[in-house]
């Protein structure tokens, strides 16, 4: 099958124009300013998860903007880090989905998650310190949406997850006919409110992966 020749290495070149256009704008920034995530950390999302691996694609924006939280994951901080509020707010439904303890929230971590196929994918990949979406036109979008078009080319029953506007707008390419599209509102507490609280997103996922006779995901 031809998805099984595919891989990050090969995507990253097909890339490689816009990534070399990208990542020099990103070096210049670093300069002069302080940009997060380390230059190290900016691809974790892809050394954690395999390309096909990937059995849930969970969509975020730009990496978190204060010092030592963002590692290069959605949504995820480093270890002992204080947790943000669309984390406490996504830690708060997984564990009324699935009855977990209140003790199980106590790290921000979720590389656990992106090791078992959860790509935990920005849509932005850099940040200036203090400065939310201050990296919005360095041309990440072009690249992730790239990223995704590859994932819905070559892999099949992919699940979605878009939690609030800006990641629902990605549903254009991704074809629901070859792939699951789980949406809510975003977890931030701004809008958690507004449909994220109780979508359930998580018993939803493992009952997909179990349909499909996979292993579900230990959140």
Same mark, same amino acid.
């Given at each position: ?132 979406? $201050? ?7 072009? =690249? ?6 590859? !994932? *819905? %080319?070559? @892999? ?31 977890? $931030? ?7 994220? =609280? ?6 939803? !996922? *493992? %009952?997909? @992966? ?10």
């Amino acid at each position: 099958m031809e998805n099984l020749v595919i891989n990050w290495k090969k995507i990253f070149t097909y890339q490689k124009q816009i990534l070399s256009n990208i990542l020099l704008k990103v070096t210049k920034e670093r300069i002069t300013k302080v940009v997060y995530p380390d230059k190290n950390d900016v691809f974790n999302a892809f050394y954690l998860t395999p390309f096909n691996n990937i059995k849930v694609v969970i969509i975020g924006q730009d990496p978190y903007y204060h010092k030592n939280q963002a590692h290069g994951l959605s949504f995820s901080v480093r270890p002992g880090c204080n947790i943000p509020g669309s984390l406490k707010n996504i830690y708060k439904e997984l564990m009324c989905d699935l009855s977990l303890c209140k003790s199980y929230c106590f790290n921000g971590c979720l590389s656990h998650w992106a090791k078992q196929g959860v790509l935990l994918l920005n849509t932005i990949l850099t940040v200036e310190e203090g400065k939310p979406r $201050s990296h919005l036109n360095l041309g990440w979008q072009d =690249f992730t949406d790239n990223i995704i078009f590859y !994932i *819905n %080319k070559y @892999l099949k029953g992919v699940i979605f997850v878009l939690w609030g506007k800006d990641a629902q707008k990605k549903i254009n390419i991704i074809d629901i006919n070859r792939h699951y599209i789980l949406t809510a509102s975003h977890p $931030s507490p701004f809008s958690a409110h507004l449909g994220f =609280f109780g979508c359930r997103h998580f018993s939803k !996922i *493992n %009952k997909i @992966l179990l349909d499909q006779e996979y292993d579900p995901i230990i959140w």
